[in-house]
RNA sequence: GCGCCCGUGGCGCAAUUGGAUAGCGCAUCUGAUUCCGAAUCAGAAGGUUGUGGGUUCGAUUCCCGUCGGGCGCGCCA
């Protein structure tokens, strides 16, 4: 065990058992960095939420803690009470250095913990119609659900990364027709495209695209097997392009899911949930339609399963979807959706329920809307097709890096606006830059001419700087702060975590100097805390989906 | 009208999930490069956390009311 964390709340552990017989519960002990460093270097604040299961003063019991702790605790050099109850601790400098080879040991790994206990989770996210391209509304969502799977897979959760495709209702039957008209367009005959059909570029393109490879065959083929063929290639073709964008984008997608595949052999999969749910006697008959008691789970009104025309309403396969998804063994669900579907969260909550899986087993995160805005004005279309800014435009225009950042820098539940000049601009405005920027002066410290090799030590005692501690704690958090992230679904603290070490770096490069002859011990050392912040900051970019150059 | 989300210095966001004197960036002002890349740093100024109550050792965080903004209230998907 070399993480200072888990040693003190250890020491914690065993102290209250001597000296209380008392087996803390989870969450009673926690160490946290306070946020004025002459506090200490750590602090407990368990004594305060003691205080009530001992009947006891919170500082007379961080007395006794403390007494019981000094003996147990070696890696400190002082433990002190102050407040209402803080436990402070203050650490041997050769202790906190402790976390570099940690670190270095770790590589790519560090950071990487077991608080999923290898515990299965299926995340679906994204989603969008196959019917266009991924514009700038999904930019955020596809953002910040990769990153929450990243984050999760670090922290040792097996993850599922699922995208259901609404290719069964009326829209891909518009997309065939728009790209028929679009088609007969391209020979010059007549074909009528639907008023609400999709106008836009792409599908044109899509539609001579298929007119160059097979020709006019189509223009005079059976109307039914047309249809057909033209929804087909068209969902196929826009789900390249989406999956491509996303790849573009530094998103991964493991699993995709067809609605049409709830509808095979004869709707075997959607019939099988609707008996479930008709012998729970969660469903009734009215006005020729087939309704779900909702109501009964929370709902503020009943929702129809089957319409009086006798197709299914969009929740009914969605409800066969989400069943699929505990059947191939995952019993918890996170889905990522558009603030504008909140009232659905509800409606599907309540038919899990219904159905008797426990109530946590699906959890939706939602996103807020996002505008893009340029020099204060909020630009709806792209100057240069007309159409909605596409994911692919987003990426070419601001770059990956600063787009994934701006987008999970931000707390999905607020609204935001997505300044595509701040976005652009490669200054010290841009606060992407700012992190990155640290990491290559690190690594041109590292690989300057001259720079004595590395060499590593057991003991790294000469690191006593302010700077150097203040880093060394920050570092040593690391996985701490992935776990938190991961389990609270805020990827967010990682962008914060960035700019911290950042901030971090930067004040100690202009006060210290790393590389000097003159002092080739403390050289080495600073040598292998620079190696082990690099190590750290770019594994946290990587979890955000964020690059760390060697050379800007 | 009902329901959900949001409200933190001029602007954009944090706050270790109920902890200590509420932090950071931009903008403003003052400084720092013969020295590892100035896409940087040091300092100053800027706050009754929308507002009124409540819960307790302790509230930006939890509860109730209220004001402001966004979204949703289909046999659409």
Known sequence: MNDINARII??????????????????ILTVEIPKDPKMGDYSSTCAMRLAKTLHQNPKMIAETIAEGLREKLPDAETIEIAGPGFINFRMKKSALASVINTILDAGAKYGHNNSGEGKKILV????????????????????????????????????????YVNDAGNQIVMLGESLIARYFEYFGKEYPLPPDGYHAQDVKDIAVSIAEAEGDRWLDA??????????????????????????????????????????ENDKARIKAVLKRMDDLGLTYEKDGALWFKSTEYGDDKDRVLKKSDGTLSYMTPDIANHVYKVERGYPLLVDLWGADHHSYVIRMKAALKALGYPADTLQVDLIQMVRMVEDGVEVKMSKRTGNAITIRELCEDVGVDAARWFFV?????????????????????????????????????????????????????????????????????FPKTVAESAKNRTPNRMCNFCQQLAREFHSYYNSCRV????????TNQRLGLISAVMITMKNALDLIGVSAPEKM
């Open 222 to 263: 059976d109307p039914k097997e047309r249809l057909a063929y033209f929804m087909a290639e068209g969902k196929n073709r826009e789900l390249k392009k989406i999956d491509a964008d996303l790849k573009l984008y530094g998103v991964r997608i493991d699993s995709w899911i067809h609605e049409t595949l709830f509808y």
């Open 10 to 27: 250890s020491a914690l552990k065993e102290v209250l058992k001597e000296k209380y017989d008392l087996d803390a519960p989870a969450g």
């Open 409 to 477: 820098s931000k707390d999905v539940a607020t609204h935001m606006d997505f300044d595509m000049k701040l976005a652009r601009t490669r200054s010290n405005d841009n606060p992407v830059y700012y992190a990155q920027y640290a990491y290559t002066r690190m690594f041109n410290i590292l690989h300057k001419e001259g720079t004595p090799e590395f060499r590593r030590e057991d003991s790294y005692d000469l690191l006593t700087d302010p700077h150097e501690t203040e880093m060394l704690k920050l570092i040593a958090e």
């Open 515 to 522: 590389s000097d002859p003159q002092n080739p011990e403390l």
């Open 124 to 163: 679906e996210w994204v989603s969008a119609n196959p019917t266009g391209e991924l514009h700038c509304g999904h930019a955020r969502n596809a953002a910040w659900g990769d990153s929450i799977c990243r984050l999760l897979e670090a922290s040792g959760w097996d993850v599922l990364r699922e995208y």
